[in-house]
């Protein structure tokens, strides 16, 4: 082998590593952290909650419910599934729901299903040899979706910071996206299968 078939050899593997490392990021930042055992039967029409302490996040991030409320429309509209916001009161946390609440917003909006969600925004600051360059606004969205009945299907989540790679410090529009889209996906990669 020559010089020259050598380096080509090389910069093949390089290339071949990159790509590898490039396109596992998104998966990287995604979790599932639970999946009941029942096969999945693709909804028609799926609610979705406001983003936990909705006026809190628009404080910290102004707009950050709008871009997760078209964030939310616009993917599963992809996926031919047609969504209403419903607005829970005072919905503070996955902690606060009763399973009963959920059967009752499908049953009176003639709901398949229910997502829930919670948004934490994630300062985390970077430094090159030490010195500070900067801080992002990534975040972290967490998503349980349930059924008609009210049952915990699926529990997913998002972290920008792990699983999206950015040129630059990503602005929180961009991270609410993101996150979204990540936590999202996942349920829809499942319930779509």
Known sequence: MNLRETMRNTLKFILLILTTVLTSCGAMGTKTLYKTETNFKKPTKIGFSQVANEDIMDKIVRGSAKIYDSTMINQLATQNIKSNKIVIENFDGFQ??????IKNICTNNELDGMI?????????????????IGVSEDTEVEMQYFDANGNLLLHTKHNTHMGNSYWNFPSADKTVKDGTKGALGRIIKEITK
Request: proline letters at 4%; aromatic letters at 14%; a positive charge.
């Open 116 to 132: 829930l969600t919670q948004l934490k925004f994630l300062n985390v600051k970077y430094s090159s040899m030490f010195i500070p």
């Open 96 to 101: 606060g729901v009763k399973t009963d609440e």
